[in-house]
């Protein structure tokens, strides 16, 4: 886990100084190929070899870590109503009987359906060869957006192989039904069939998933071709039929890594694979009606509204990558951090629109350092617990660099009858406020349904902290409150009593479950999510003109929010130090020298000059801005 003490505040400040640099979009590294004349039919006439006893270990392993690992059981149970463990000894019981055992496929199926029934995209039943390394997918997206009746429509979004639909069905035509069944129907029967935290997150995965399925985490479809019915862009009904395409997968993907405390959704990620293979970012960017700037991990952007020029950022992930070496993590950590500062400080002081809109997630600790950015206040980063067993025990005693901290508690436990362990942080304070503010103006917040794990903590924390509005776009975050180990990463930890799965199989869970903070302090993230302030209903100029109206909405916001600057420099003088304020929206600065107060001082909107006496020598200042009795800015600045 990264320190703050790792990180050079001057060098951050350097960065913040610098312009963004533009990056063209990479090109991808093929994960999937198109199986050419492949049909799922023929897919599944020969898919599955797993005998009998290999499906007892993979029931047995599957009770083992949902009762001795898994940190949410007791929440899913009494929020649910749901009982898994059960579910899984009648499996078990069912296998026990002698006779002819069922397909292959239905055993996955009750698998998936097990897994699924705790609602935790975290916590997920990997399917073995050859369904992890297939999709099935159809080239277009479809999005929901207003309708003119005041309920929704289903917007055609991106279609990424005109050849292989109709001439008219382009992007703007309206679906109206699926396989003959009404596309607000079809899509609520689709969402009931996967997982999802609150109502929110199943009807937005159901929609995501709809048209591209990765059977490592889903059973493949049901039908071996789609129908679909859609008005034109002439008002004209049509309809056409073609099959699902089969993908296969020619590189695997990482799995989680218990080392580095993640949070984030495979099923997103293996979506937006797909969606890659079909349409490549380069090829995206240029479709784009957005015409965003590219750096690392961030799409950026002016945005011009009625009311004004504000800086829109998105943030497309918080993964980092896979790294050799600690130093490599540290660099790309430190490049993430970097990127996102000197992108927010060269975007206008009106105002800046945060977007993270379906981010999978990824490092925590990506996420909450962040936050320290866009806020004056000294950050809080969210507390995990372990679930109290005599497994989870085990792994803090032998494990001790991932589950050390958990340790006192756990044992504790055993004569308290604690369900849960004490919290710790996975994110070191230290780190999380190791830099500071740098962008001062008002600060919007836009969430979707999508966003999950480590976007949604970054969500919790913007709103602990109070850093501004919170406008969804759903009513609910994907409430993805925990930190999600792979079973591979328990074997490392564990050689008994974990054992391999056969044949590629896999399940993923979350080992921690996350506490916010501030207002909500103690409240758990998972299923509860991060509720909106403001809501906001996608339209079709969202849809396909860049977030018109929705770039309007957070502009409206931002509009009535006070604007703030503080800007500083200083120059050493004979036993003095000369100040440079340029300041906005505040009537005091108070200065700091090397951590030591030196003076309190009024003043007024513009440019001021200070001069601190009886300073010698200094290498750092800091300036903590106030309007009346109320700290709403801090900013550095650093003398060689």
């Known amino acids: 886990m990264p320190s703050g003490d790792i990180f050079d505040p001057a060098a951050m400040a350097a960065a913040a100084a610098a312009a963004p640099v533009p990056e063209a979009a990479p090109e991808p590294t093929p994960v999937w190929t198109l199986i050419q004349g492949l049909t799922l039919r023929e897919f599944l006439s020969d898919a599955g070899e797993l ?8 029931v047995e392993q599957a009770l083992l870590v949902l009762e001795q690992n898994y940190a949410h059981l007791p929440l899913k149970i009494a929020m649910h109503g749901v009982n898994p463990l059960q579910r899984l000894k009648l499996l078990r019981a069912k296998l026990d009987r002698p006779g002819t055992p069922e397909p292959e496929l239905a055993f996955h199926a009750e698998m998936l359906s097990i897994f699924h029934s705790v609602r935790d995209l975290h916590t997920l039943y990997l399917l073995p060869e050859p369904f992890n390394n297939t999709a099935a997918t159809l080239p277009f997206v479809i999005e929901e957006a207003a309708g003119g009746d005041g309920g929704s429509q289903y917007l055609v979004s991106s279609v990424d192989a005109p050849a292989l639909v109709p001439a008219e069905f382009v992007p703007g035509v309206v679906v109206t039904h699926w396989n003959g069944v009404p596309i607000a129907r079809a ?13 929110a997150a199943r009807h937005r995965r159901a929609l995501a998933t709809l048209t591209s399925r990765s059977l490592v985490v889903h059973l493949p479809p049901d039908e071996e071709w789609v129908e679909l019915h859609y008005i034109d862009l002439d008002g004209k009904p049509q309809q056409f039929s073609m099959e699902w395409l089969v993908l296969r997968r020619i590189i695997p993907p990482a799995p989680p890594s218990g080392s580095l405390p993640l949070g984030f959704d495979l099923e997103g990620q293996e979506v937006a694979s797909i969606r890659a293979f079909l349409n490549p970012p380069a090829k995206a960017a240029e479709a784009s009606p ?3 700037q590219a750096t690392g991990k961030f799409l950026w952007r002016e945005v011009a509204t009625s009311t004004g020029t504000y800086g829109h950022i998105r943030i497309t992930g918080f993964q980092l990558g896979e790294f050799a070496t600690d130093e490599a993590f540290q660099q790309a950590f430190l490049k993430f951090l970097n990127d996102f500062v000197a992108i927010a400080t060269h975007l206008p002081e009106a105002g800046l629109i945060i977007d993270i809109r379906n981010n999978p997630g990824g490092v925590i600790a990506a996420g909450e350092t962040l936050l320290q950015f866009l806020t004056p206040k000294k950050i809080q980063p969210e507390s995990a617990q372990m679930l109290c067993s005599p497994l989870n025990l085990r792994l803090s005693r032998e494990s001790p660099r991932n589950y050390g901290q958990w340790a006192a508690s756990l044992e504790q436990s055993v004569e308290t009858g604690a369900v849960y362990s004490d919290a710790f942080t996975l994110t070191a304070p230290t780190l999380a406020n190791a830099f500071g503010q740098f962008y001062h103006g008002p600060v919007v917040l836009i969430t979707d349904a999508r966003c999950y794990s480590t976007a949604d903590i970054f969500a919790a924390g913007f709103a602990d902290h109070e850093i501004g509005d919170i406008i969804g776009t759903d009513g609910n975050t994907g409430a993805g409150g925990g930190n999600v180990v792979d079973h591979t990463d328990l074997l490392k930890a564990l050689r008994e009593p974990y054992e391999d799965l056969p044949r590629g199989a896999g399940m993923t869970l979350a080992i921690r479950r996350m506490l916010r903070v501030g207002g909500s302090a103690g409240v758990p993230l998972e299923d509860l999510g991060v509720l909106p302030t403001v809501g906001h209903q996608l339209t079709a100029a969202d849809v396909l003109h860049g977030n018109q109206d929705l770039m309007e909405r957070a502009g409206s916001i931002l509009h009535g929010k006070p604007v703030r600057r503080l800007r500083l420099a200083a ?21 700091y020298v090397d951590g030591r107060p030196r003076g309190s001082y009024d003043i007024a909107a513009g440019e001021s000059t200070v001069v601190v006496p009886g300073v010698v020598t200094a290498t750092k200042v800091r300036a903590e801005g106030f309007l009346g009795e109320n700290l709403v800015a801090v900013a550095h600045t650093f003398l060689d």
């Not at 899509?187 to 109502?199: A, D, H, K, Y």
């Open 51 to 58: 005998t009998l006893d290999e499906r007892r270990a993979i």
């Open 187 to 199: 899509v609520e029967v689709n969402g009931s069939r996967f997982t999802g935290g609150n109502p």
């Open 290 to 292: 957005s015409a965003y």
């Open 571 to 591: 120059v050493p003088g004979d036993a003095s130090l000369t100040v440079a304020l340029d300041t906005l929206g505040l009537d005091r600065a108070d200065l």
